[in-house]
């Protein structure tokens, strides 16, 4: 049985790679931060307690910024391939807390190589790099396109794909660069503008609020689905020589046409409801991004199963029965978070 260890499992992606790698009859183990609550709901439907001899999930403390223990899971768990996922990974946040944004998105690539390097282990690295790292290059971009970073996560990323490189050549280590493009879900963070769009204009239909507030409608994203995404990561580290992949769709969307698209599915003129709130501009924006994937569909067989409306039929769904949830509350006189309202 081949074992994985993923960073930021109970995000978005590590959701949809773990679930991938289950299936494949993979034992996973990821890696999670200790905190006071819990932020597991991504992968609880895949967990199974650990005594349980059925169990092929496994999670684990640790930090990306914490390099002694790294090694230690990655000497003791010895894993056949290793996704980093994990990152500070919001771009606007980036710029409130870049210092942050650099040491886990930047060098907790560093550390877990250094962790491979130090222990000897013979494994498969995948390293989670993102079309922001093109930024200002115009489209389409593609793995020959020079990178014109645009944001502190943006540069972080950077480093890491430059880093990976470097230790691919100096050491002999098999590491990969995935490049890959705005993909989203129904498990896509509520900050994400996607997923905040479809939230919101479910919200709104069923009366439950007014008003979306947005940042740059006119910024162009190539928009997948995550889900077809982590088969892409997956396909990197099944080949025999590690190399470095764009994966996009090819289409480019601006956040107005999503979100029009949205609004008008569910019978709502988004103008009504959508305000410019300055705030959500970036201090640089990216413009456009359209990605170029000639080579994973050539090399890898790799190709995108669902399509542009489809996701957003995807998320509305998604969306909608959440909200129906929380619109049950509140007739039953209670708030979002689930409390009485007046007593």
């Known amino acids: 049985m081949k074992k994985a260890f993923l960073t930021g499992i109970t995000g978005q992606d590590g959701s949809y790679l773990a679930e991938f790698l289950l299936s494949k009859g993979y034992e996973v183990h990821g890696l999670i931060r200790r905190s006071s609550t819990f ?171 007014d008003k979306l507030y947005l940042g740059n409608l006119e910024a162009k994203r190539d928009w997948g689905f995550a889900g077809d995404y982590v088969e892409a990561m997956w396909m990197m580290l099944q080949q025999d020589k590690p190399d470095d992949f764009v994966i996009a769709t090819g289409e480019t969307h601006s956040v107005r046409e999503f979100a029009e698209q949205v609004f008008t599915k569910l019978d709502l003129d988004y103008k009504k409801h959508v305000t410019i709130d300055k705030r959500y501009f970036r201090p640089t924006e990216v413009d456009t991004l359209l990605g170029d994937s000639t080579k994973a569909r050539k090399i890898l067989s790799w190709q995108p199963k669902v399509s542009f409306e489809k996701l957003i039929d995807m998320m509305i769904a998604a969306d909608m029965e959440m909200a129906q949830k929380e619109k049950t509350l509140v007739d039953a006189g209670f708030n979002s978070n689930n409390k009485k309202i007046n007593g």
Do not use: C
Not at 53 to 61: E, G, I, N, T, V
Not at 118 to 138: D, H, N, R, V
Not at 177 to 204: C, D, M, W, Y
């Open 39 to 209: 932020n597991t709901e991504r992968i609880d439907h895949l967990y199974h307690d650990f005594h349980d001899p059925d169990a092929k999930l496994f999670l684990h403390y640790g930090d990306l910024s914490v390099s002694a223990q790294l090694m230690d899971l990655l000497h003791s768990i010895k894993p056949d391939e290793i996704y980093n996922l994990g990152a500070q990974s919001h771009v606007r946040v980036s710029f409130d807390m870049p210092e942050y944004t650099g040491d886990v998105t930047g060098l907790g690539t560093l550390r877990i190589l250094e962790a491979i390097r130090k222990t000897g282990i013979k494994t498969k690295l995948y390293q989670a790099s993102s079309s922001e790292m093109f930024g200002a290059a115009p489209p389409p971009q593609n793995e020959t396109t020079i990178f014109q970073p645009r944001s502190p996560y943006a540069a972080a990323k950077v480093y890491s794909y430059y880093i990976i490189r470097n230790y691919r050549d100096a050491y002999g280590i098999y590491a990969a660069n995935g490049i890959l493009f705005n993909h989203e879900s129904p498990r896509r963070g509520e900050t994400f503008v996607t997923r905040k769009i479809t939230r919101a204009a479910t919200q709104i239909k069923l009366g439950l609020k």
